[in-house]
């Protein structure tokens, strides 16, 4: 029987780790909380990278939390949290949780899409910024129960906006499989195609999966890393696999790792306030090919993992 050789690592996880803590809250700003993960970064200039985290209170209501850092590495906590809007349809639909942002930069500004639930489901919300220091709160931009959405950083070549989400099908017992959509304006959108599905990945995603970083051009497709879940006796494993998209119709899976390349194994993703979790929300392409992938350990701490860029092509193409 033929079988994928594993005789690499993809991903190494950062020594630092985890790079994000509850108890960076308290050395820096002297709040107590409880968990930050599932934060997203994004590199604004040379020497100068902002990360929005995703942070839990005591009561694990979520504040959403800016950091800096001059390395992508090693974050300077903002004092405040981020001012969330104080209207009647982000209060009826964001009113237990928000979380796991995403973050694309498009066109001179940046597009955060921000998960919101109720004691319902959940919807995506769109904010703009010029420069990640306040939010402009847009509206909701699908139909529940939807969440796990990412913006691409380019148009289509007529003039379109395109993202990847993952609605919750309730025949697929409450997940599904990743669709692409095209729009106009950023609130229209249309003309949706179904694209990586849960038996695209084996047993690793069998139980769910969701677009998790903003996609990447490389010249051989678009590339996405995206959560992949695996329920068992006792656990509800999250992992991260890698896919290569179609430049033309990006809905067309190319490449995809049919094992992971990055799983729970450490202390700090084993154990938590959610165990067995990594949960990525982004990535950076340093100009080396050098990937940062930012992910949450065990829906408790925040983590970095680095590698090649290289490493994950052949990972699409060989695993
Ligand atoms: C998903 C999301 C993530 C979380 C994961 C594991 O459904 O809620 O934010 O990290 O579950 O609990």
Redesign the pocket.
Known sequence: MSYTKIDREILTRHPGNPVLTAEDFQKQLGIRMRAVY?SSAIKVAEGKYVMLCRTNQLNHMTLLWGADSTDGLNWKLRPEPFTMPDTETWHRYASTVY??PRITYIDGEFLVLIACQNTSFSRIALFRSKDLETLEYVNYINAPDNRNMVIFPEKSADGRYMRLERPNLGSAGGKGNVWFSYSPDLIHWGDSYESLAMTDVWNYGISGLGPSTVPYRTPDGWLILFHAIMNNCTTRE?SVGAALLDLEKPWIVRHVTKHPILFPEAPYEMQGL?EH?C?PCAKIVEPDNTVKLYY?GA?TVQCVATGKLEDILFACKNW
Request: hydrophobic share 35%.
């Open positions: 599932n979380y796991d999250y959610v979790v949960f949450g829906d």
